[in-house]
């Protein structure tokens, strides 16, 4: 990348002083990713579906004795990933809130494309599609209410992923189109615009807990969401498409009991003879998983494909191969083989979350880096390597002291395998100044 960054912090300055913008720009709703996770049957179980944190004496997977990872020295390093999730649902990070002017989220954007500057980020993924919306100019979905409180309603013909990207252009820094590809609402009770695709082809769609999804198994709902990533392809220069680990969804209880989500009707239809209902779901998103590949590439090589699984494949107990932790996986609750896509070269970057501390009992930190390590570092084409970091855990309890973020990026920094690092999420990270002093001292400029 060319380095521009003085003479961009100062033209930057100059238009938030003229626009008046003083503030953070984001506020802080809470530390949770997209949505509160319960897999525990007993619900027992923290957001993310894992048992909950063990007290310090507790025996467990996490009391393991790990070596305190030596300092790190920018000046030896390669350029790493040093990246941000700036989240639109639930106005998490963007917009701060539902309603606010084109002008408000203008100040917005370019307070936090310069405090990511300040503080040695260099990319950015911005969450253009949280739900069955856009938060960008769209002829296929609505306008996301998450920007002006009506779905269907933009604010003043102001268009956030055009000027997301060209803010983040002109300061050096790469902006990549994060989606959630089958979720339609987020909240209980949501309704459509009568023009909403769901409306109009309700064959595509699952209602599940009170929510909707396109049905990952029916072939037409999945090439509707490849057409809309083709609609953010033609359209904008990106540089990347990325998704997270939203594909089926996290299991819902009932009276202490499983919910099962209700795809019979596409398994009878679309699956093979003898093929389990796991193995189906599975293969239906690894096949959407290389069909939006394959789109991407043929649409531009350059372009940058990854997802951010959550953090555990397979528990060992489970699965050959799979990790030493006791908790909620990818593999069997959500039928997302991330293994595979990394070990096949289905994507270009991963960034497994590792939200949990070196000392959590179901899922420890440092054993699931050794053991993301380990799986891409196997692999002779290998994705980048990127860990998620759970930047808005910090403070949550005596678990996540002010040693800790600093001890996983160093810890991690030692293994060959590692790329870089994305930081969840944009409020926390960019709008809490002893986080932002904290990473802005392990992100030394050469």
Same mark, same amino acid.
């Given at each position: 990348?060319?380095?521009?960054?003085?003479?961009?912090?100062?033209?930057?300055?100059?238009?938030?002083?003229?626009?008046?913008?003083?503030?953070?720009?984001?506020?802080?709703?809470?530390?949770?990713?997209?949505?509160?996770?319960?897999?525990?049957?007993?619900?027992?179980?923290?957001?993310?579906?894992?048992?909950?944190?063990?007290?310090?004496?507790?025996?467990?997977?996490?009391?393991? $004795? =790990? %070596?305190?990872?030596?300092? &790190? @020295? /920018?000046?030896?390093?390669?350029?790493?990933?040093?990246?941000?999730? #700036?989240?639109?649902?639930?106005?998490?990070?963007?917009?701060?809130?539902?309603?606010?002017?084109?002008?408000?989220?203008?100040?917005?954007?370019?307070?936090?494309?310069?405090?990511?500057?300040?503080?040695?980020?260099?990319?950015?993924?911005?969450?253009?599609?949280?739900?069955?919306?856009?938060?960008?100019?769209?002829?296929?979905?609505?306008?996301?209410?998450?920007?002006?409180?009506?779905?269907?309603?933009?604010?003043?013909?102001?268009?956030?992923?055009?000027?997301?990207?060209?803010?983040?252009?002109?300061?050096?820094?790469?902006?990549?189109?994060?989606?959630?590809?089958?979720?339609?609402?987020?909240?209980?009770?949501?309704?459509?615009?009568?023009?909403?695709?769901?409306?109009?082809?309700?064959?595509?769609?699952? $209602? =599940? %807990?009170?929510?909707?999804? &396109? @049905? /990952?198994?029916?072939?037409?709902?999945?090439?509707?969401?490849?057409? #809309?990533?083709?609609?953010?392809?033609?359209?904008?220069?990106?540089?990347?498409?990325?998704?997270?680990?939203?594909?089926?969804?996290?299991?819902?209880?009932?009276?202490?009991?499983?919910?099962?989500?209700?795809?019979?009707?596409?398994?009878?239809?679309?699956?093979?003879?003898?093929?389990?209902?796991?193995?189906?779901?599975?293969?239906?998103?690894?096949?959407?998983?290389?069909?939006?590949?394959?789109?991407?590439?043929?649409?531009?090589?350059?372009?940058?494909?990854?997802?951010?699984?959550?953090?555990?494949?397979?528990?060992?107990?489970?699965?050959?191969?799979?990790?030493?932790?006791?908790?909620?996986?990818?593999?069997?609750?959500?039928?997302?083989?991330?293994?595979?896509?990394?070990?096949?070269?289905?994507?270009?970057?991963?960034?497994?979350?590792?939200?949990?501390?070196?000392?959590?009992?179901?899922?420890?930190?440092?054993?699931?880096?050794?053991?993301?390590?380990?799986?891409?570092?196997?692999?002779?084409?290998?994705?980048?390597?990127?860990?998620?970091?759970?930047?808005?855990?910090?403070?949550?309890?005596?678990?996540?002291?002010?040693?800790?973020?600093?001890?996983?990026?160093?810890?991690?920094?030692?293994?060959?395998?590692?790329?870089?690092?994305?930081?969840?999420?944009?409020?926390?990270?960019?709008?809490?100044?002893?986080?932002?002093?904290?990473?802005?001292?392990?992100?030394?400029?050469?």
């Amino acid at each position: 990348m060319n380095r521009k960054t003085p003479f961009i912090i100062a033209a930057l300055l100059a238009i938030l002083v003229v626009s008046g913008c003083t503030g953070s720009g984001v506020v802080d709703n809470g530390g949770t990713r997209d949505d509160s996770i319960t897999l525990d049957v007993d619900d027992n179980s923290d957001e993310y579906g894992i048992p909950p944190d063990s007290d310090p004496g507790d025996p467990g997977i996490g009391d393991a $004795e =790990y %070596d305190s990872p030596e300092l &790190y @020295d /920018p000046t030896k390093a390669p350029r790493e990933m040093r990246g941000v999730w #700036v989240t639109s649902v639930i106005n998490l990070d963007f917009p701060s809130s539902q309603g606010i002017s084109a002008d408000a989220m203008r100040r917005e954007i370019r307070d936090t494309v310069l405090r990511s500057v300040d503080i040695g980020l260099n990319t950015i993924f911005f969450q253009v599609r949280p739900t069955g919306d856009a938060l960008y100019e769209s002829d296929v979905f609505p306008w996301s209410h998450w920007l002006s409180g009506e779905q269907g309603t933009g604010i003043d013909g102001f268009d956030p992923l055009q000027y997301w990207i060209d803010l983040s252009h002109a300061s050096d820094i790469e902006l990549h189109a994060w989606i959630n590809p089958f979720r339609i609402t987020k909240n209980k009770g949501e309704t459509f615009v009568k023009t909403h695709p769901a409306v109009k082809n309700p064959s595509w769609v699952i $209602e =599940y %807990d009170g929510r909707f999804y &396109y @049905d /990952p198994g029916n072939p037409q709902a999945r090439a509707h969401t490849l057409r #809309v990533v083709k609609e953010i392809l033609d359209n904008y220069k990106v540089d990347g498409i990325h998704m997270d680990d939203y594909f089926y969804p996290y299991p819902a209880s009932e009276n202490k009991k499983i919910v099962p989500f209700p795809d019979e009707a596409s398994f009878k239809k679309y699956a093979k003879k003898g093929q389990s209902l796991a193995d189906w779901r599975r293969e239906n998103v690894n096949n959407f998983v290389i069909e939006l590949r394959n789109l991407v590439k043929k649409t531009n090589p350059k372009l940058e494909y990854g997802i951010s699984p959550f953090g555990v494949w397979c528990n060992e107990k489970d699965c050959e191969g799979g990790s030493k932790t006791n908790a909620l996986n990818s593999y069997g609750d959500i039928y997302a083989d991330t293994r595979l896509w990394a070990r096949e070269g289905y994507v270009d970057y991963i960034i497994p979350q590792l939200y949990w501390h070196m000392g959590h009992k179901a899922a420890p930190f440092a054993p699931l880096l050794d053991w993301w390590s380990n799986e891409v570092d196997a692999v002779e084409s290998r994705p980048a390597l990127y860990i998620g970091i759970g930047a808005h855990q910090y403070g949550k309890n005596a678990a996540w002291k002010a040693d800790e973020i600093p001890n996983q990026i160093n810890l991690s920094r030692q293994k060959p395998a590692v790329d870089g690092f994305v930081y969840f999420n944009a409020s926390r990270v960019l709008a809490d100044e002893e986080i932002g002093g904290m990473l802005r001292s392990l992100h030394p400029k050469k």
